[in-house]
């Protein structure tokens, strides 16, 4: 296995174990922990025929675990977003509105990864290659948008047991905004990260 992997599956696996011990809710712990346990085993699985670059690898790691520091406390009662309530004068925990900006920061260099991998969007100098970071921008907003009809969903099906999932925190447009903030990280991701992972990735594919 590449060692890579192991430096991220060693330090993501502690924070995993205290996520999981005494959650303030175990329902809302699956929920909002349920990429990390499908999404690393995936990972895992596809590194050798299909082995992500050391930056996507990074970045996924951190949003592994913002995901689970809010599967653990639940994001309306993170300490962190607490202490920014108070210091900022903020009439909300904003913890959730981390999680949806690194919910487009992240997924918009794994897009553009595997768009620049399996599509005519990563030949240089071709016409489609100029609708790269648009596309990518496009697939984090659309998949934004299609998690917040899984919390929809989730909440009508769950009723009471989905309100700390959904962390609206009286919000009537916490939807838009989580979206919103979705839309920020993917194009900060593509802006200012490209040729940091245009590096990474040509060092990945190079050592084969």
Request: charged residues 15%; aromatic residues 14%.
């Amino acid at each position: 296995m590449d060692r890579r992997l192991y430096w991220f599956i060693g330090l993501l696996a502690p924070v995993v174990v205290w996520s999981w011990i005494g959650p303030h809710d175990r329902f809302t712990w699956w929920l909002e922990s349920a990429p990390v346990v499908a999404g690393v085993p995936v990972i895992v699985a596809l590194q050798r025929r299909f082995a992500l670059s050391t930056l996507l690898l990074g970045l996924l790691w951190l949003h592994c675990v913002v995901l689970l520091v809010g599967g653990h406390y639940t994001y309306a009662l993170v300490p962190a977003g607490e202490w920014a309530k108070a210091a900022f004068g903020w009439t909300r925990n904003n913890y959730d509105k981390l999680g949806h900006f690194t919910q487009g920061f992240v997924p918009a260099i794994l897009t553009r990864e595997i768009l620049l991998r399996t599509s005519p969007l990563g030949k240089a100098g071709q016409p489609a290659s100029k609708w790269l970071g648009f596309l990518t921008v496009c697939v984090c907003l659309a998949f934004s948008a299609f998690y917040e009809l899984i919390e929809w969903f989730t909440a009508v099906t769950s009723g009471e047991a989905a309100n700390d999932f959904l962390g609206t925190q009286g919000d009537p447009w916490d939807t838009q905004t989580d979206m919103l903030w979705a839309l920020i990280g993917a194009v900060l991701a593509v802006t200012i990260l490209w040729r940091w992972h245009n590096r990474s990735l040509a060092k990945t594919l190079a050592r084969g």
